[in-house]
């Protein structure tokens, strides 16, 4: 089975900073790797996907992800961290059937003013 | 119109009681899914159903109960409801090969 890391339940930025959140999964075969956002009482919603076409995946609202196959990461970056941000970022894999997903335990956003 | 939506949004029931949670997706999806996230915001796969058939079923209490009546619904069941399970109920779905996961808007049950 498949198991995703997020490095940090809790990440703090000033308005304006640059945004980090880490995602490393275990597979020796590249997945389909995916960033979601959960604003309070939401459901998930997607920012990003990759599914083997470009390392480098732009994303809504700013957000961009680069694959690393040699690190096995996903990070989610954004250059200038917003209010509106702060909210609760997953990172998933899923394996090329689609079917069976699997999460990290989530990393809340605070944004500081 | 809403991609996956699903009702009650809101449950508070007391323990022992029964209640159901109902899904519906508009997107043509044949997979669809059941989640249940923790007061720590972690997200637990319980049941995945392709074209009415079920094809994830994790280790979950037999208390719950999915049902697919065709590939666009799937329902939730639970009977003798306990206090560890308040949590939010998420149903999704999604498309084949690699397709990323649609969400509803999620389904709080408190259980006092």
């Known amino acids: 089975a498949q198991s995703v890391t997020q490095l940090g339940s809790h990440v703090s930025v000033s308005e304006g900073a640059l945004v980090l959140l880490r995602c490393n999964y275990s597979?020796?075969?590249?997945?389909?790797l995916f960033w979601y956002v959960q604003y309070p009482n939401q459901g998930l919603q997607l920012l990003l996907k990759?599914?083997?076409?470009?390392?480098l995946v732009k994303g809504i609202n700013g957000f961009e992800a680069e694959f690393k196959k040699s690190e096995t990461s996903f990070h989610l970056t954004k250059p200038s961290a917003h209010m509106s941000d702060a909210a609760e970022y997953f990172c998933?894999?899923?394996?090329?059937?689609?079917?069976?997903?699997?999460f990290g335990t989530g990393t809340s956003l605070t944004v500081i003013p | 119109d809403t991609a996956v939506s699903q009702t009650p949004k809101y449950l508070v029931t007391q323990m022992g009681n029964d209640k159901s949670i109902k899904c519906e997706q508009n997107l043509g999806h044949d997979t669809m899914y059941w989640y249940k996230q923790d007061s720590k915001k972690f997200l637990k796969i319980m049941f995945s159903y392709n074209n009415k058939e079920l094809i994830i079923n994790e280790t979950v209490p037999n208390r719950f109960s999915p049902k697919s009546p065709d590939k666009a619904h799937l329902n939730l069941h639970i009977n003798s409801l306990e206090l560890g399970d308040s949590a939010v109920y998420f149903c999704?779905?999604?498309?084949?090969?690699?397709?990323?996961?649609?969400f509803g808007e999620g389904s709080r049950l408190t259980v006092l």
């Open positions: 998933a894999v899923s394996e090329y059937t689609g079917n069976q997903f699997y």
């Open positions: 999704a779905s999604n498309g084949p090969w690699g397709g990323e996961l649609f």
């Open positions: 990759y599914t083997s076409a470009a390392t």
């Open positions: 597979s020796s075969v590249p997945p389909y």
